[in-house]
């Protein structure tokens, strides 16, 4: 997809990632200008005292064309504490910022790299540039992003006071191994806002130097971004990521072409930027707004958000904007005290996300959770499951291989974007639906029919308990991944209208062309799903140990359906219907003997 042309009033922070590091101002000796041991201290202090490093707004809406070469580098001198002076290769540098809007957006450039070589300053950042577009420009293969940790496009640089792409942060090579640039012992390199989001009535669309008038910048009506940063500032980090500045909002018609192509990336991704860091500012009563336990069972509150499922952190407590101390623990307080209750279903976020094993348990949680439409849920549940595909595979007889993220496609159906997640999920979540879920799919499009819908899914309401049944038994026994065995049955008894139990129904299996000793084998459906008497294809998780594996109470897991043969592809379908549970004596049940064959699944 071609972005169509912008005017770019700010154009380096209109396009590309963000990413930033905290900037540790180490000076050399060997460095231009005054080099006495008096002016190293002289700058490490001010390195040190942040606040001298902050641009007033009125500094930064500064004109870089009206300071000039002598004005740029006589700002930058005073701000860090330097006394370089206007040599050649230092004009060269300066000149990289004379058509840029203002001084916030150039002391944004220059900052990182002011004490570098001039002419390397100049070379890192034509490389971090090229870099960051090229990574950015083959993320994408077939709808899908091969690489899942991305640095953001954009970060809020809260000295400069000005929405810069990240790779003007970073001075070092992108690292597939450490994309965020963070070394070993040292602090994250910026940190995340989570917030809140209000209803249209109670927000403001801000017009703002700050992103270049991209866009109209949605905050509380009872706020202002002044005060935001204000408080932001105030956790010592020059840089960080807020979705109202750094993530393009709605705009004027003409933009939302390039809004469409940049969450096809910056949706997915969301969730990598909150695991990045170790410092999330929550502000759970609206942006820039103080702490109020407010209504718990409110759709608009922080707890009842889809996306918060990704941005909760441990340190949680500690980074509550706006907050008196929050109590550590909560066991003596009174059972019906709101902060009680905020503070434990905070904390179970946190056990949800260590234990976010089972693909029913992620929908079950995201299914009860708001969000301006299903296909946020969708985005935010691909991230939560930890997704992986073999991307160059046939989607059909995938076998999870390379971990990866769907695309986010504004204005796709919610059905589309489900199969496009289901497409991509590792073998042990499709492994879930397949012998979990009882119900097969519509079959409707490029769905197969052994998956169902995101609406049935999601409005079912036992998936709890199918997500404790697979947590216990589930293995990697996905039947287009390995060899499994498939035999003719005839299945009796489990006829709706025959059983009193519709959640539990009793019936047998006599496998076709078996030795007449084989026992005819007894077995259950625990669901209400319709298996009238008949003749069907009973698929068998391969035997031996994975056999074992899906084996549970003296039962085995089995599907059953249809087989349907392509003539003209010469393969083998296999139809799903439902799914039952044999019980009989383990070691006669492994020892049936059933050709091994590989299957399509429809």
């Known amino acids: 997809m071609t972005a169509p042309a912008r005017s770019d009033a700010m154009p380096l922070a209109t396009s590309l990632p ?64 330097t006394s370089y002076d206007l040599s050649p290769e230092r004009q060269s540098l300066l000149k990289i910022c004379s058509n840029l809007p203002d001084f916030g957006i150039a002391y944004s450039l220059l900052r990182p790299r002011w004490d570098m070589d001039p002419q390397s300053a100049i070379d890192n950042i034509h490389a971090r540039c090229k870099e960051d577009g090229d990574i950015r ?71 703002t130097l700050i992103n270049g008038r991209e866009w109209p910048v949605p905050i509380p009506a009872a706020t202002n971004l002044e005060q935001i940063r204000a408080d932001l500032l105030h956790h010592n980090r020059s840089y960080t990521w807020l979705d109202v500045l750094c993530l393009r909002q709605k705009s004027k018609e003409e933009q939302e072409l390039v809004r469409k192509e940049e969450w096809t ?149 919610v059905e589309n974007a489900w199969w496009r997640c289901v497409n991509t999920l590792r073998v042990t979540h499709k492994s879930e639906i397949f012998f979990y879920f009882p119900a097969p799919g519509p079959g409707k499009g490029d769905m197969p029919k052994w998956c169902p819908s995101w609406k049935e899914l999601s409005e079912c309401r036992d998936l709890l308990t199918y997500a404790h049944e697979s947590s216990d038994r589930l293995r990697q026994c996905w039947p287009t991944a390995c060899p499994c065995r498939v035999a003719v049955a005839r299945i009796a008894g489990f006829s709706l209208a025959q059983s009193k139990a519709k959640d539990r ?54 599907v059953i359906g249809y087989l349907r043969h392509d003539t003209k592809s010469g393969r083998t379908w296999f139809e799903k219907a439902t799914i039952i549970d044999v019980h009989e004596d383990k070691g006669r049940w492994a020892r049936v003997r059933i050709t091994k064959r590989n299957l399509y699944l429809d």
Request: some cysteine.
């Open 137 to 207: 420009k083959d993320v994408v293969y077939n709808d899908v992003l091969i690489k899942k940790y991305l640095r953001p496009r954009r970060l809020w640089d809260l000295w400069s006071n000005r929405v810069v792409p990240s790779w003007i942060a970073f001075t070092e090579p992108w690292d597939r191994e450490d994309p965020f640039g963070q070394e070993a012992g040292q602090p994250p390199i910026f940190f995340a806002v989570s917030h809140a989001w209000l209803d249209e009535t109670g927000r403001q669309s801000v017009n």
């Open 505 to 558: 129904r009793e019936g047998n299996i006599k496998l076709q062309g078996a030795h007449e000793d084989w026992p005819v084998f007894h077995a259950t459906a625990n669901h209400g799903q319709s298996i009238e008497d008949g003749e069907y294809a009973l698929l068998i998780p391969t035997g031996g140990r994975e056999l074992d594996k899906l084996d549970h109470q003296g039962s085995s897991r089995c």
């Open 265 to 413: 990336i910056d949706i997915p991704t969301i969730g990598g930027i909150y695991r990045a860091t170790d410092n999330v500012v929550y502000y759970l009563s609206g942006l820039g707004l103080p702490f109020q336990v407010g209504d718990l069972n409110s759709s608009r509150h922080w707890l009842n958000r889809a996306w918060t499922l990704q941005e909760v952190k441990e340190n949680w407590r500690s980074c509550v904007a706006g907050s008196p101390h929050l109590p550590d623990d909560t066991s003596g307080m009174a059972i019906d005290d709101p902060m009680r209750t905020l503070c434990d279903r905070m904390d179970a976020l946190l056990s949800n996300n260590d234990d976010f094993r089972s693909l029913f348990e992620v929908i079950h949680q995201m299914a009860h959770r708001s969000a301006t439409t299903d296909l946020d849920k969708i985005a935010g549940l691909n991230y939560l499951l930890d997704v992986e595909t073999d991307w160059r595979a046939n989607p059909n007889v995938i076998s999870g291989m390379d971990r990866s993220l769907p695309t986010y496609v504004i204005g796709e159906s």
């Open 18 to 81: 963000n990413q930033v590091r905290s900037e540790s101002y180490s000076f050399s000796a060997e460095d231009e200008g005054d080099t006495t041991a008096e002016a190293e201290g002289h700058r490490a202090a001010k390195a040190d005292n942040w606040n001298e490093l902050v641009l007033t707004d009125d500094e930064a809406a500064i004109s870089c064309a009206a300071l000039g070469l002598e004005g740029l580098l006589e700002k930058m001198n005073v701000l860090l504490n």
